[in-house]
C-alpha cells in the first residue's frame, strides 16, 4: 500500500463548479500535511498547509480527518486557471515529506 | 529573489556519461533535497541533507551522489547514466526549524538520457 494515495482522476468540471479531491495516509504519525499544485512542466508549489482544525484560503478549503486518516481539498467557484494537477503530501517522520501520485483537475469553459 | 535554484534546466545526455545538476537556495533554510520525477509523475524522494549532513538516503543506485558544501547548496552527481535516469530532477528546501517540513521546489532538471 502506498504511504499516500490519491485518484488520478481526471476530474473535468465546468468553470464555476465545486470540486473536493481527497487523499488517504497511512502512517498514523504524520504530523503534518499539505496541498501542492503542480501545472504542466513546471515545480509543485505551495498551495496551503492542513490543520486539524481545518483551514480556508479564499476559494480553498483545506481539512484533516485523523480518525480515518485522509485529507481533503475542496475548491469553489473553479477558474480555468485552476486547472493543475493537486498532489498531497503528508510527513514521514524523517524530516521528509511523501507526496501521492496527484489528482489532475481540468477546469472546462 | 528568494527561491530555489537549479542548473541546467535540460540536460540531454547519452547512457554512459557522468553529469552533475547543481542546486541553490536563499530562503536560508537548513534542510535540502532531491526528488525524482518520473513519466508517471510520482513525486519521490532521493535524498536529504540536514546542514551539510546526510538525513536520509533512499534505495537508490550508488551511481547516484549527493554532495551539499554548505546549508545552500546541494548538488547531484550521477555516474554512468542508463535509459531509466530519464525523469525530472526536483531540488527543494524545507525551514526544518518549524517542523512542520513544508517543501519548496526548484524549477527541475529535465534529465534525458539517448
Known amino acids: 500500500r502506498k504511504e499516500v494515495e490519491q485518484d488520478p482522476g481526471p476530474f473535468n468540471v465546468p468553470e464555476g463548479a465545486t470540486v473536493a479531491f481527497n487523499c488517504t495516509y497511512s502512517n498514523s504519525a504524520s504530523q503534518s500535511f499539505f496541498w501542492y499544485r503542480q501545472d504542466c512542466r513546471k515545480e509543485p508549489k505551495l498551495l496551503m498547509s492542513v490543520y486539524s482544525s481545518g483551514n480556508e484560503d479564499g476559494r480553498f478549503t483545506a481539512q484533516l480527518n485523523r480518525a480515518s486518516q485522509y485529507i481533503s481539498l475542496l475548491i469553489r467557484d473553479s477558474k480555468l486557471s485552476d486547472s493543475a494537477t493537486y498532489l498531497c503530501?503528508?510527513?514521514?517522520?524523517?524530516?521528509?515529506?511523501?507526496f501521492g501520485s496527484g489528482t489532475r483537475l481540468q477546469v472546462q469553459p | 529573489d528568494t527561491a530555489v535554484s537549479q542548473t541546467p534546466k535540460y540536460l540531454v545526455t547519452q547512457m554512459g556519461n557522468d553529469k552533475s545538476i547543481k542546486c541553490e537556495q536563499n530562503l536560508g533554510h537548513d534542510t535540502m533535497y532531491w526528488y525524482k520525477q518520473d513519466s508517471k509523475k510520482f513525486l519521490k524522494i532521493m535524498f536529504s541533507y540536514n546542514n551539510k549532513e546526510l538525513i536520509i538516503n533512499e534505495t537508490v543506485p550508488n551511481r547516484f551522489s549527493p554532495k551539499s558544501p554548505d546549508k545552500a547548496h546541494l548538488n547531484l552527481h550521477i555516474n554512468s547514466l542508463e535509459l531509466g535516469d530519464s525523469a525530472v530532477y526536483f531540488c527543494?528546501?524545507?525551514?526544518?526549524?518549524?517542523?512542520?517540513?513544508?517543501?519548496?521546489f526548484g524549477p527541475g532538471t529535465r534529465l534525458t538520457v539517448t
Open positions: 503530501a503528508a510527513d514521514t517522520g524523517r524530516r521528509a515529506l511523501t
Open positions: 527543494a528546501s524545507s525551514p526544518s526549524a518549524s517542523g512542520s517540513w513544508e517543501q519548496y
